[in-house]
């Protein structure tokens, strides 16, 4: 089978077997300004380099998972806004299926993830898990009973616009306090800058190598393994909150598993243990005790081996 | 099919055809000062006066649904703990099968209420459908993909322990800012007493008799109704901070329907539209047009009739 993880910045694409094994991988720039066609075309080359990757014969492949950076039709794969992508009302189910000849089956990036970190990573086993991946924004994804859950309108798992700080920034989506508005690399990077407009926050400064514009939350987590006692504050006010969503969900789903991923969340693991702490005191204890609480294990392929998991699913009982 | 609603306070039982017409209902206090032996008594005498009401023949029934108080293993209806009753370890699902030589199916109250009002009632419909009462404390149930989600320990629906204040008053859970410790009965009753011995509040004093013992959340929706800037404080505020924990349901699940319910939601209607408010200003627009909310349409029968939906399902095809 495969999967395709189409990013804003890259499309990930990987040829897999029936149980998981990855076969081949190839990862191109997305290059979304050049064109709708473009990155299409761009698609189409990845799974033909993954198949010649592996040395596997053009027919071998029964059906292709993909995943998109936006909401997307589970049912026929249109795209009604992907924002990383400049997209707007794409049919590229429909296209991908004509240009690939094969079935594709889709669905939004944070799902697959969920997916794949539950079919192949950290959440095997977790019938009921949650996903939450930390990166310039925060996103999610809900695995109840097995599946992935997708609500009313395919929009379930937004774990970002949940509230946590009533009075909080404002958000990008318009409201204050989301957790996407204090836990996100943005939200970090946002809070550090305006320390360095203050004067303050000289430490972070320096882990940007002394450019303004180069504050992230990367630059904040640097500064923070270096001990500067701000971006460490920073670090664990983002934890916290981070938390306190992660209680509220415990509370609330009961899962087995919630599974934490991400770009930030890798890079800074400085926030973890503040995360766990509330978590800790803010959670029913017998839902606590029936949790644990892991770091994604797929890294950045968790979007694509969902992308697979996907395939296998809808495609079966048809081997790859 | 009988549904027993086992209350802290009284036993509402309730006989039902398989369309859900209700044939007869008995309600009775439990009684629970008395001791175990008489609660049972209890609810065998309600099932018994249920099927006279009605004047159905004893063998006309097939199965009994029962919705507990507390946390219950719904596969053999074993309470662990149910505080309000005062039990801790009783196999009462054996017992009631022996006493009344009939299947008996359990739940805990939330989860049927949740049912009840997703099968009979305001959720008709709803796939995805989140079930809050608002009474002395703050419960909830959700019905996802249009049956109970129980999570990994039966534990799932907690919506009155998700922070929506971080540096809130403390919870009887012993956190600080849940919903419960926010915008239940018991909180606001707290909250107009605190202003009553500041001195202030002299509007709710008057509406609880001039009793300060009886302050209570009825007494601060009648004040509230009167006109009095205190009360209506108490009740835009509590009705706030459950708009941030019903928008943050409507972003995490994207759920069709959200139904509000118990005791002081019923008494206490002024909070309907501040709560309002705050959901249409913190949702996802997306998710907000997908998702009716509304009252619950069962009044105090919600428990009863998620009993006999559950009877329903877990004894079908049987017919009663």
New interface residues.
């Given amino acids: 089978m495969v999967g395709v993880d189409l990013g804003g910045t890259k499309i990930l694409t990987v040829l897999a077997g029936m149980e998981g094994d990855v076969l081949a991988r190839v990862k191109v720039p997305t290059g979304a300004e050049l064109g709708q066609e473009h990155v299409i075309d761009k698609i189409v080359e990845t799974v033909q380099a993954a198949l010649l990757e592996a040395g596997a014969p053009a027919g071998s492949v029964k059906a292709v998972g993909m995943g998109v950076p936006g909401?997307v039709d589970a049912d026929n794969g249109f795209i009604h806004f992907a924002p990383n992508l400049g997209w707007r009302d794409v049919p590229l189910g429909e296209i991908m299926r004509r240009r690939l000849d094969l079935p594709v089956y889709m669905d939004n990036d944070a799902n697959l993830a969920a997916l794949g970190e539950h079919r192949y990573g950290a959440g095997r086993g977790?019938?009921?898990m949650v996903y939450i991946t930390v990166s310039t924004g925060v996103g999610g994804g809900?695995i109840?009973?097995g599946r992935v859950?997708?609500?009313?309108?395919?929009?379930?798992?937004?774990?970002g616009?949940?509230?946590?700080?009533?009075d909080g920034p404002v958000c990008r989506?318009g409201?204050r306090g989301c957790l996407e508005a204090v836990a996100s690399g943005t939200a970090m990077a946002r809070r550090a800058a305006a320390l360095v407009d203050e004067g303050r926050g000289a430490g972070i400064l320096a882990a940007a190598g002394g450019d303004k514009n180069k504050i992230s939350a990367r630059a904040v987590a640097r500064a923070a393994r270096a001990g500067d006692a701000a971006a460490l504050a920073i670090l664990r006010d983002a934890g916290r909150y981070l938390g306190?969503a992660v209680?509220?969900?415990v509370?609330?789903?009961?899962?087995?598993a919630v599974v934490l991923g991400g770009g930030v969340m890798e890079s800074a693991g400085l926030f973890w243990e503040p995360m766990l702490e509330r978590v800790q005191?803010?959670s029913?204890p017998?839902?606590l005790?029936?949790?644990r609480i892991v770091r994604a294990a797929l890294g950045g392929e968790s979007g694509a081996m969902g992308a697979v998991a996907l395939a296998i699913e809808r495609a079966s009982p048809v081997k790859a």
Avoid at 161 to 166: C, D, K, P, S
């Fill in positions: 909401p977790a019938a009921d809900l109840l009973g859950y997708r609500g009313a309108g395919g929009g379930a798992g937004e774990i616009h949940v509230t946590v700080a009533e989506c409201n306190i209680a509220g969900l509370n609330l789903l009961n899962p087995a005191r803010r029913l017998s839902s005790e029936a949790v």
